[in-house]
């Protein structure tokens, strides 16, 4: 079996996926599976496989299952925090920056070149989360935590977003995107975008302030 990465990337001028690319295929392919059989029962052997390459050859990119987690991981981190900063640098009300917000979110997940699936830790292995990497992973997911938070918050207080606990609120609106990142791929129908733009309406009907 071939050892070029299967992917839906667009190739390198040099006529071959750029080892960038190939990373980018890796890492989706990852998270789709550590999303879907959670981070236990995908293995690097189901990577490779999915891949079309050998297993060999991941260890080009990361050393150990546990960094392919945290490469994973900082990514999904990475795409919230620049959705975030889109968000908080829109004008208007709490309420109208959490609307920025999540129709970004849908925007980077869905559109061209799409970042979904994007990994949802559902199960965190104590091993995972008690390394260095693991450690460095979860102080990034706080940080927007407390940054989701804030705006939540501030909403509140402009009137535009009713008053409630904010920890309540994201987690109330964060685990339909779960469910979301787990069976994306199942189906072909209702088309995964289609359902996150239903969600956000009623995301953003429940957070307004009557």
Not at 118 to 124: A, E, F, K, S
Not at 156 to 171: A, K, N, T, W
Not at 182 to 209: C, M, T, Y
């Amino acid at each position: 079996m071939s050892d070029q990465i299967k992917s839906d990337t667009t190739a390198s001028p040099f006529g071959r996926p750029s080892a960038e690319q190939r990373l980018d295929a890796i890492v989706r392919v990852a998270t789709e599976l550590f999303n879907k059989r959670g981070v236990g029962g995908a293995t690097l052997d189901d990577v490779a496989s999915e891949l079309g390459i050998r297993k060999a050859s991941l260890y080009n990119y990361f050393k150990s299952k546990n960094e392919l987690l945290y490469l994973c991981h900082v990514r999904a981190l990475e795409t919230r925090s620049a959705v975030m900063d889109f968000a908080l640098a829109s004008p208007g009300s709490g309420i109208e920056k959490i609307v920025a917000y999540l129709k970004e979110f849908r925007r980077v997940l869905w559109g061209e070149p799409a970042m979904f699936p994007l990994l949802v830790l559902l199960d965190v292995p104590e091993e995972y989360r008690n390394s260095e990497a693991g450690q460095k992973a979860l102080a990034l997911a706080d940080i927007e935590l407390e940054r989701m938070r804030k705006l939540l918050k501030a909403g509140m207080q402009d009137g535009s977003i009713r008053e409630s606990d904010p920890d309540v609120l994201i987690f109330a609106f964060e685990s339909p995107f779960a469910c979301l990142s787990q069976w994306h791929g199942l189906w072909s129908h209702p088309p995964g975008d289609e359902v996150h733009k239903e969600l956000n309406e009623f995301i953003v009907n429940g957070l307004r302030a009557l």
